[in-house]
């Protein structure tokens, strides 16, 4: 700048013009300002009125390229000479025409921000939901996690110079109504005139479209990976409900109807009334659910609007509060349905085959945008989606039902008590419940108070293996009600499997076969014998607490044929449990066979210490293993040893003398007086002279009389002879054959089983009077 007077004369000089020219103010005021303008100025040495191009003289001799103008001091007959390097004045141009140009548009946002990121300057419209206040920062304008993301990128820029471009930034708005957009970020940092940083200018493109149309993408895969990957109906309503918030809605519910949760088809309906729906899941963004349907609620009646039909027609609706509330009207179980702060819904049906399975109501509570084509659309696109893998859960949870309630029948009771043992069954399927299989356990009364104690394992899964168990069940106790030894029913039942091999399909004869394990406990004798068919050894835990496997030499399996099963006889005193169990669960931690056994045996051994009740005991040996659900079937059958009482037993031994008869009536007749069951002699008397007089008759010595008392009255009669006794009738004029007739009338039951040598014949009475 240069102050020139009336004459031309230069009065005053800038220290930036020293600077530009390198001629200080003492060279340069007093001297005509025409010596300033190289050559001859541009007109002819006279000074400008207006801009123009000009050049001033360096020091050094050569022009200086200017913009310059003169302007007049008012009142003055002083005049300012303004100058600028005519590259700068150039880029001072060009700038002010960007600027101008990017703040008189809108489609490109333009926010300029000072060294704190405050709001200089902005072109958003004052009337735009966001439009930003002049000192405003990101923190003010949108919530805290993407204000975070923003200001950290932003601030990237002011200390390291490094342009950002083109950089997603996602947008949720602090004020109501909630607003939601993305914007593409471009960011340099900008300079004042000594090159020192002042702020960043930064460029914002509307992405709202692209990123939504992303988002419905991302969407849509979500809801393809994570819908459907259950059978449980419950757990799908759940994932449908986790899928759209908060991406798509601030709040879902899932109802269900209710018939589709036990497998069953919903019933057709067309208008209002009972719905029969049942809400199976609730998710929100932002907690506002005080007063609507809970999970497990049932859904009100609902009125007859065409909004309604709409639904049950396999239609997804969209709508805002006030038609939800007047189509509801002022019903105030309805208005359970609206949630507070609610202002816009899309409902969509399941609808898979026709029938409306559920409904998906998902709402906007703080966003201003309402559901558009586009959202009905993709909400209807997941509802498909999870339509179907409802349905298939639906189905299988029928099915399924069905099978599990077979295989149950199959099974006996839990729990299991006579007066030789007290046994609790556990049976743990595959896979968390999701599988049937075909691994049992069961426990059953015999005569003379002995019990059999069986579980097996047979090969595969599903209802065939289930079927195949139960036909092995029953023959099992068909078998032990003929009192064969467990080595010999074993060999039968090995033949049973065999014959079912051949009546299956050629292609799956390989797959029939099972192992089992047999036990026969008789508290008199206080002994066990055990057999198995290929089966893990049973586990003894003594009264003392100690345990051990019991040293079982196993079989081939079930099915396999020709080979021998050896049995095994282990004494088991008053107060012992004894542990049969399948493999699964010895494998449920991958342990190998030994291992399993010797972590199996020792938990049996602290559970016995501790005291538990064998339930309890039994439902930890089955759930406190690996966690998880169980790769296989797992059935346990636990059983604590009972003691008879001391004077149970009473035993005698007679020779083959027709005089025996007769002593072995009083003998028994005096031991039911001790007994307290005198009200029984006449029958015992009855049963003892027939059985021995048919022993001294045709058997020989020695004849065993044994009388044991519990809960029933048991009386035998052994002799060596092993024929068959067989009950008949006498015809009128028969002398004889009318004994065992005799037997049975009088007695609850009665039968025969063979020993070592020769055989047992028993009749069993009930001792009430």
Same mark, same amino acid.
């Given at each position: 700048?240069?102050?020139?007077?009336?004459?031309?004369?230069?009065?005053?000089?800038?220290?930036?013009?020293?600077?530009?020219?390198?001629?200080?103010?003492?060279?340069?005021?007093?001297?005509?300002?025409?010596?300033?303008?190289?050559?001859?100025?541009?007109?002819?040495?006279?000074?400008?009125?207006?801009?123009?191009?000009?050049?001033?003289?360096?020091?050094?001799?050569?022009?200086?390229?200017?913009?310059? +103008?003169?302007?007049?001091?008012?009142?003055?007959?002083?005049?300012?000479?303004?100058?600028?390097?005519?590259?700068?004045?150039?880029?001072?141009?060009?700038?002010?025409?960007?600027?101008?140009?990017?703040?008189?548009?809108?489609?490109?946002?333009?926010?300029?921000?000072?060294?704190?990121?405050?709001?200089?300057?902005?072109?958003?419209?004052?009337?735009?939901?966001?439009?930003?206040?002049?000192?405003?920062? &990101?923190?003010?304008?949108?919530?805290?996690?993407?204000?975070?993301?923003?200001?950290?990128?932003?601030?990237?820029?002011?200390?390291?110079?490094?342009?950002?471009?083109?950089?997603?930034?996602?947008?949720?708005?602090?004020?109501?109504?909630?607003?939601?957009?993305?914007?593409?970020?471009?960011?340099?940092?900008?300079?004042?005139? +000594?090159?020192?940083?002042?702020?960043?200018?930064?460029?914002?493109?509307?992405?709202?479209?692209?990123?939504?149309?992303?988002?419905?993408?991302?969407l849509r895969h979500e809801a393809a990976v994570r819908i459907g990957g259950s059978l449980d109906v419950e757990h799908t309503a759940r994932d449908v409900a986790e899928v759209l918030v908060p991406d798509f809605a601030d709040l879902v519910a899932v109802d269900l109807s209710e018939p589709v949760l036990a497998g069953d088809e919903p019933p057709r309906a067309l208008g209002g009334g009972d719905p029969h729906l049942r809400r199976m899941a609730v998710r929100e963004a932002d907690g506002r659910t005080a007063g609507l349907l809970r999970p497990g609620d049932g859904v009100p009646p609902l009125p007859d609007r065409p909004a309604i039909r709409g639904l049950q027609t396999g239609r997804t609706v969209v709508a805002d509060r006030a038609a939800v509330e007047q189509a509801l009207g002022d019903d105030p179980l309805g208005r359970r349905l609206i949630p507070d702060g609610g202002r816009f819904l899309a409902a969509a049906p399941l609808f898979a085959r026709g029938l409306v399975l559920g409904i998906i109501g998902a709402w906007r509570t703080d966003r201003d945008e309402p559901f558009d084509e586009q959202d009905a659309d993709l909400l209807t696109e997941i509802a498909v989606h999870?339509?179907?893998?409802?349905?298939?859960?639906?189905?299988?949870?029928?099915?399924?039902?069905?099978?599990?309630?077979?295989?149950?029948?199959?099974?006996?009771?839990?729990?299991?008590?006579?007066?030789?043992?007290?046994?609790?069954?556990?049976?743990?399927?595959?896979?968390?419940?999701?599988?049937?299989?075909?691994?049992?356990?069961?426990?059953?009364?015999?005569?003379?108070?002995?019990?059999?104690?069986?579980?097996?394992?047979?090969?595969?899964?599903?209802?065939?293996?289930?079927?195949?168990?139960?036909?092995?069940?029953?023959?099992?106790?068909?078998?032990?009600?003929?009192?064969?030894?467990?080595?010999?029913?074993?060999?039968?039942?090995?033949?049973?499997?065999?014959?079912?091999?051949?009546?299956?399909?050629?292609?799956?004869?390989?797959?029939?076969?099972?192992?089992?394990?047999?036990?026969?406990?008789?508290?008199?004798?206080?002994?066990?014998?055990?057999?198995?068919?290929?089966?893990?050894?049973?586990?003894?835990?003594?009264?003392?607490?100690?345990?051990?496997?019991?040293?079982?030499?196993?079989?081939?399996?079930?099915?396999?044929?020709?080979?021998?099963?050896? &049995?095994?006889?282990?004494?088991?005193?008053?107060?012992?449990?004894?542990?049969?169990?399948?493999?699964?669960?010895?494998?449920?931690? =991958?342990?190998?066979?030994?291992?399993?056994?010797?972590?199996?045996?020792?938990?049996?051994? =602290?559970?016995?210490?501790?005291?538990?009740?064998?339930?309890?005991?039994?439902?930890?040996?089955?759930?406190?293993?690996?966690?998880?659900?169980?790769?296989?079937?797992?059935?346990?059958?636990?059983?604590?040893?009972?003691?008879?009482?001391?004077?149970?037993?009473?035993?005698?031994?007679?020779?083959?003398?027709?005089?025996?008869?007769?002593?072995?009536?009083?003998?028994?007749?005096?031991?039911?007086?001790?007994? =307290?069951?005198?009200?029984?002699?006449?029958?015992?008397?009855?049963?003892?002279?027939?059985?021995?007089?048919?022993?001294?008759?045709?058997?020989?010595?020695?004849?065993?009389?044994?009388?044991?008392?519990?809960?029933?009255?048991?009386?035998?009669?052994?002799?060596?002879?092993?024929?068959? &006794?067989?009950?008949?009738?006498?015809?009128?004029?028969?002398?004889?054959?009318?004994?065992?007739?005799?037997?049975?009338?009088?007695?609850? +039951?009665?039968?025969?089983?063979?020993?070592?040598?020769?055989?047992?014949?028993?009749?069993?009475?009930?001792?009430?009077?």
């Amino acid at each position: 700048m240069a102050v020139i007077d009336g004459r031309g004369t230069v009065r005053q000089w800038s220290a930036a013009g020293a600077e530009l020219l390198e001629r200080p103010a003492d060279e340069v005021c007093g001297r005509p300002v025409a010596d300033l303008l190289a050559g001859t100025g541009p007109a002819g040495g006279s000074l400008p009125d207006r801009a123009t191009r000009a050049a001033l003289r360096h020091a050094r001799g050569h022009g200086v390229a200017v913009r310059c +103008r003169v302007l007049p001091l008012e009142g003055t007959a002083l005049r300012l000479l303004l100058a600028v390097p005519a590259d700068r004045a150039e880029e001072s141009e060009q700038g002010a025409a960007l600027l101008r140009a990017l703040f008189s548009q809108q489609r490109i946002g333009l926010v300029l921000r000072d060294r704190g990121l405050s709001v200089v300057r902005s072109n958003f419209p004052p009337a735009s939901p966001l439009a930003l206040p002049r000192g405003s920062r &990101p923190a003010d304008m949108m919530e805290a996690a993407d204000a975070e993301i923003a200001e950290a990128g932003l601030r990237a820029v002011l200390e390291s110079g490094a342009p950002l471009v083109d950089r997603p930034q996602h947008v949720r708005t602090l004020s109501e109504p909630v607003r939601e957009a993305s914007f593409s970020v471009s960011a340099v940092r900008t300079t004042d005139r +000594r090159g020192r940083p002042s702020g960043v200018a930064v460029l914002l493109t509307d992405a709202t479209a692209r990123w939504r149309a992303e988002r419905f993408l991302q969407l849509r895969h979500e809801a393809a990976v994570r819908i459907g990957g259950s059978l449980d109906v419950e757990h799908t309503a759940r994932d449908v409900a986790e899928v759209l918030v908060p991406d798509f809605a601030d709040l879902v519910a899932v109802d269900l109807s209710e018939p589709v949760l036990a497998g069953d088809e919903p019933p057709r309906a067309l208008g209002g009334g009972d719905p029969h729906l049942r809400r199976m899941a609730v998710r929100e963004a932002d907690g506002r659910t005080a007063g609507l349907l809970r999970p497990g609620d049932g859904v009100p009646p609902l009125p007859d609007r065409p909004a309604i039909r709409g639904l049950q027609t396999g239609r997804t609706v969209v709508a805002d509060r006030a038609a939800v509330e007047q189509a509801l009207g002022d019903d105030p179980l309805g208005r359970r349905l609206i949630p507070d702060g609610g202002r816009f819904l899309a409902a969509a049906p399941l609808f898979a085959r026709g029938l409306v399975l559920g409904i998906i109501g998902a709402w906007r509570t703080d966003r201003d945008e309402p559901f558009d084509e586009q959202d009905a659309d993709l909400l209807t696109e997941i509802a498909v989606h999870a339509a179907l893998s409802i349905d298939n859960a639906r189905r299988y949870t029928r099915e399924h039902r069905a099978a599990v309630a077979l295989q149950q029948r199959l099974l006996p009771a839990s729990t299991t008590h006579t007066p030789a043992i007290e046994a609790v069954g556990r049976y743990l399927p595959a896979a968390g419940g999701a599988e049937i299989g075909g691994d049992w356990f069961d426990a059953f009364p015999l005569p003379s108070l002995r019990v059999a104690m069986v579980v097996g394992d047979v090969v595969g899964h599903g209802l065939h293996a289930a079927a195949t168990m139960g036909r092995l069940r029953t023959a099992v106790q068909t078998l032990a009600d003929l009192e064969l030894p467990p080595d010999e029913l074993l060999t039968r039942l090995d033949e049973l499997v065999a014959r079912l091999a051949t009546e299956a399909d050629p292609a799956e004869r390989d797959a029939v076969g099972a192992t089992c394990l047999v036990a026969l406990h008789d508290p008199v004798t206080q002994r066990c014998t055990v057999a198995s068919a290929g089966h893990p050894p049973p586990i003894v835990a003594e009264p003392d607490g100690s345990a051990r496997v019991v040293p079982v030499r196993p079989g081939p399996p079930l099915g396999v044929g020709g080979l021998p099963f050896e &049995p095994t006889t282990v004494h088991l005193a008053p107060g012992s449990w004894l542990a049969l169990y399948t493999d699964g669960l010895l494998n449920r931690n =991958g342990d190998d066979i030994d291992t399993g056994l010797d972590r199996l045996a020792r938990r049996l051994s =602290g559970l016995h210490r501790s005291g538990r009740p064998l339930e309890e005991a039994g439902r930890i040996l089955t759930t406190g293993q690996a966690p998880g659900p169980a790769a296989d079937d797992t059935a346990l059958l636990l059983s604590r040893v009972r003691p008879l009482r001391p004077d149970a037993v009473a035993e005698w031994e007679f020779p083959a003398d027709p005089a025996t008869a007769a002593e072995a009536r009083a003998a028994a007749s005096g031991r039911l007086a001790a007994w =307290g069951l005198a009200h029984l002699d006449f029958a015992v008397e009855l049963i003892v002279s027939e059985l021995v007089t048919n022993a001294v008759r045709y058997a020989g010595a020695p004849i065993g009389l044994r009388l044991i008392h519990d809960t029933v009255l048991v009386c035998e009669v052994s002799d060596p002879r092993n024929t068959q &006794p067989r009950l008949r009738r006498a015809a009128p004029g028969d002398e004889g054959g009318r004994g065992l007739f005799l037997v049975a009338q009088v007695s609850t +039951r009665w039968g025969s089983r063979y020993g070592q040598s020769g055989k047992t014949i028993w009749a069993e009475l009930d001792t009430s009077p």
